[in-house]
């Protein structure tokens, strides 16, 4: 990483930064983020042993070119992170983590407090459309990092529709490499189209199965090229979000050309042989762009919020599967590209806001965060978020008792106190629904 205004000076005062991470995406974002602070500040990564732990593998591909060795990521449960609150007392506290884990760790753990850790959270890729329980997850932390001019438009004018005080910081996405130039398609050692899937998009059987047709069919009029489906995880490996229709299971019913396949691994390697990638809403379109790799934002399923791609609209990269078929791959419009995610450098804001904030907590400590009044709602909605976020916390006993308690948290936090309620800032916010898909993590 270059250095600049998005990446601090070496002569920053040390400070010691918990980066806390729940799922395969945020792990991603999280080590990223993490080689975005100053070479003398201490860092110590986690990662919660709740309903989306990542396995090793996707830990070491996730963290794979970043500031984070593997061998150095800890597996945690809410009372160790309480543990290392207060006996390492971290400066910064990076919930890089689903919405339910952030809040469950800053009601359970965070002692609130004028010396308490300075709190950021932020979602790991595209945000847009905004998401209301992603705000109302995070309506306790003190910075909500933001990726693009347009994602801080949207989301101010978000919290302030909802009554959601946030503080918004504007950071390039961190994993994103720096500005390459565009790729030669004819060089040798690129013979690959890469398909991007994903958890929530196309959602139905159905449509996924639409999807294989046309990745056959690509495979078919492109015999030169191998036609890779890039997966995050295998089918008995979690992530963000549950694949309940996983490409490689759907691919065993169809006659498959053998220059299709499935592969894991890190998105940078299989960039680095591709000419071109598609997708339906993925980030990795993003990191593909960043790498000169031509794309396509799939339009075959509908240009909506359902399909998350409204954001490429205007883009110059949304084309439908005869354009895959084809192999004719894009780059994005110079005026979409400086509002949405390839800003300059120079217009970052995370470092700055943090930096104010560190010296507020220094000088006058940190204002309280807003939280929700106690009560048997709250009570209830929180057994069941600890217990999603760090599963591993949870015995054999209430394990059992839990099935009985997702009913009932859906049932209290469906009939009071929806996230579009208004509320007073100082003290309480949003909690959400008790099972929401709550931000993209695409």
Do not use: C
């Not at 996924?208 to 089918?235: F, H, I, Q, S, Y």
């Amino acid at each position: 990483m270059s250095p600049g205004p998005r990446r601090p000076g070496h002569g920053a005062q040390a400070r010691r930064v918990l980066v806390l991470t729940d799922s395969d995406s945020y792990v991603k974002w999280g080590a990223a983020l993490a080689g975005r602070v100053p070479p003398s500040w201490h860092v110590r990564f986690a990662v919660a042993n709740g309903s989306a732990e990542p396995s090793p593998r996707q830990v070491a591909e996730a963290v794979a070119g970043t500031v984070i060795d593997a061998r150095s990521v800890e597996r945690v449960g809410l009372d160790d992170v309480r543990t290392i609150l207060q006996e390492w007392r971290p400066d910064v506290l990076v919930t890089a983590a689903r919405g339910l884990a952030v809040q469950t760790v800053i009601e359970l753990a965070v002692a609130n407090r004028p010396d308490r850790p300075v709190l950021v959270s932020g979602l790991p890729g595209i945000a847009l459309p905004v998401l209301p329980y992603g705000l109302g997850f995070r309506r306790s932390v003190d910075l909500f990092v933001l990726h693009s001019h347009r994602e801080v438009r949207a989301f101010t004018e978000a919290s302030r529709s909802l009554a959601i005080p946030h503080r918004y910081a504007l950071a390039r996405l961190p994993f994103l490499p720096e500005q390459a130039e565009p790729i030669d398609p004819g060089h040798a050692t690129r013979d690959r189209i890469v398909f991007a899937a994903q958890a929530l998009v196309p959602e139905s059987r159905e449509e996924r199965m639409r999807m294989v047709e046309v990745l056959v069919r690509t495979a078919r009029a492109n015999p030169d090229l191998e036609v890779v489906v890039k997966v995050r995880g295998t089918t008995d490996e979690p992530q963000t979000h549950a694949d309940q229709h996983p490409y490689p299971e759907l691919l065993r019913e169809v006659d498959v050309p053998s220059n299709l396949v499935v592969e894991s691994g890190p998105m940078a390697a299989h960039l680095s042989r591709a000419v071109g990638l598609v997708t339906v809403s993925s980030t990795a379109l993003l990191e593909a762009v960043a790498s000169g790799v031509p794309v396509i934002a799939l339009t075959d399923f509908g240009v909506e919020a359902r399909q998350i791609n409204l954001v490429f609209e205007d883009s110059g990269l949304l084309h439908d599967s005869d354009e895959l078929v084809a192999a004719r791959f894009h780059h994005p419009d110079p005026a979409w590209r400086a509002d949405n995610y390839f800003h300059s450098p120079d217009e970052d804001t995370w470092w700055a806001e943090l930096t104010d904030l560190l010296e507020a907590r220094e000088h006058e400590g940190l204002a309280p965060y807003p939280t929700a009044p106690d009560g048997l709602r709250k009570r209830v909605t929180m057994f069941f978020y600890r217990h999603q976020a760090f599963a591993g916390d949870a015995g054999p006993v209430a394990r059992v008792v839990e099935r009985g308690v997702v009913a009932l948290a859906l049932r209290v936090s469906r009939s009071s106190w929806v996230v579009s309620r208004r509320f007073k800032p100082a003290r309480t916010a949003p909690m959400g629904d008790a099972v929401p898909v709550e931000d993209h993590a695409g």
